[in-house]
Structure formats: C-alpha cells, structure tokens
C-alpha cells in the first residue's frame, strides 16, 4: 500500500519562474491538502482539495493555485516566485466522511524543497 | 487569533529520562490536539491524538495529556532513546470534521543524547 507521494524532491527556481509540484495521496483517501513549512517552522495550510474543487484555503495569496484530478492526485502551482517562497511544500491526504469515525489523522509526504534563487 | 504554541529552544536530554514538550493555545477551544513527529527534510508522522474529553492518551512510551482550562498539552516520552531525536509537533483541526485545516504549533525539537 504506498504512501503519500511527492515530485520532484528537490527543485531550483529563479525568482519570477513558475513552479508546479506533484502529489499522490494515500491509496483509499480522496481529500489532499497542501502546507508550506518554511526552515524552523510548522507547516502553514495552503488549501484543500476534495471532488477536484478547493475547498478551503489558508491566508496565502493567489500566486498559489491548484488542481485535483479524478485519480485523487494534486498538483500545486506557484507563480511569479519571490525568495519568500523558498520552503518545504507538503501533501497531505485523508478520508472526507470519516470523520466521525476515524482518528482523524492526516498522512503526510515526503516534501518538495524548493529554493527560489 | 488563534494561536498554537510550543517551546522554540531545543530540548536536550541524556538517554534514559522522560522528555515532556508543551503545547499552549489560545482564542480557540479545539475538540482535540494531535501531536506529530517530523525528522529533518521529512514529512511529519502521526503520533496520537487527544480528545477533549480524554485527560490522558498512552502509546507505548508516549503520554498526551489534555487541560482544557489551562489551554495545554503536554508530551511525555518516557525512557527517551537517541532515536527519539526529532521535531515534535502539536496541531488541531479548525473546522469541522475531516474537512478543516490543520493549525500547526512551530515545533519543539528534542536531542536526547547517549
């Protein structure tokens, strides 16, 4: 059964480019989110996906957009990098309508770490 | 607004003793507190989960308690072992269900030396 998955694993941008990152949740699950850790912080919730549509999103602006798939994967675009954006960018998937039943958790992946230089 | 805390400065404790991390939030009252470990350049791994209504969880060596009227959580490893180095993380669910997001605490890192 794998796990969340992520791509690339690492990725070297010029600020102004454009960046798309990739993930495949958890075998099962259909809800994937995305967090943005910057080096000595807690990840910091970009969005969430469920049926191909956003459904939530964090104080980010819309420089980040994304997309889901009918195969439950995701990808996360930025645009118009700036060096602030240089952090570890996670997935998470989980279950939606499991909620009053499960332990609630969210199985995260590997990470992207993208440098803007 | 609602804040999750955790000690910035780095734990360090010898192999053998218990580690206790602490989690404080305020302007929200959270169903529940989970607790994540992330090693470095990783993604973080679930740990346990505590209700509001539960006062203490146990896993093995781990131990979560849960005040709600002091707005805390604490972590405990007992018979901390070199292999237990790691970020430790506390979150909650704003929103409901499975839906909302997760609000992280900044993390606590803990080195447990041999």
């Known amino acids: 059964d794998a796990g969340v998955t992520q791509s690339p694993t690492h990725l070297i941008k010029t600020r102004g480019q454009q960046v798309t990152l990739r993930c495949s949740p958890k075998?099962?699950?259909?809800?994937v989110s995305w967090y943005q850790q910057a080096l000595g912080q807690g990840p910091q919730f970009i969005f969430q996906?469920?049926?191909?549509?956003?459904?939530q999103r964090g104080n980010f602006p819309d420089r980040f957009s994304g997309h889901q798939f009918p195969n439950y994967s995701s990808e996360l675009n930025v645009n118009a990098l700036l060096l602030g954006d240089s952090a570890l960018y996670l997935c998470?998937?989980?279950?939606?309508?499991?909620?009053?039943?499960?332990?609630?958790?969210?199985?995260f992946g590997p990470g992207t770490r993208l440098t803007v230089l | 607004s609602q804040k999750i805390e955790q000690n910035s400065e780095a734990l360090n404790i010898q192999e053998g003793k218990t580690a206790t991390l602490t989690c404080n939030y305020t302007?929200?009252?959270?169903?529940?507190l989970q607790w994540y470990r992330q090693d470095p350049g990783r993604g973080p791994v679930f740990l346990l989960l505590?209700?509001?209504?539960?006062k203490e969880k146990r896993k093995e060596r781990l131990k979560v308690t849960f005040d709600t009227t002091l707005k805390q959580s604490l972590f405990h490893i007992t018979a901390s072992q070199p292999a237990d180095s790691a970020t430790y993380l506390c979150?909650?669910?704003?929103?409901?269900?499975?839906?909302?997001?997760?609000?992280f605490g900044q993390g606590t890192t803990l080195q447990v030396k041999p």
């Open positions: 998470a998937s989980s279950l939606a309508g499991s909620a009053q039943t499960s332990t609630d958790t969210q199985y």
């Open positions: 075998s099962g699950h259909d809800t």
């Open positions: 996906y469920y049926e191909e549509e956003e459904r």
């Open positions: 302007n929200y009252s959270p169903a529940y």
């Open positions: 505590i209700r509001e209504n539960e």
């Open positions: 979150a909650y669910r704003r929103g409901s269900g499975n839906t909302g997001k997760l609000i």
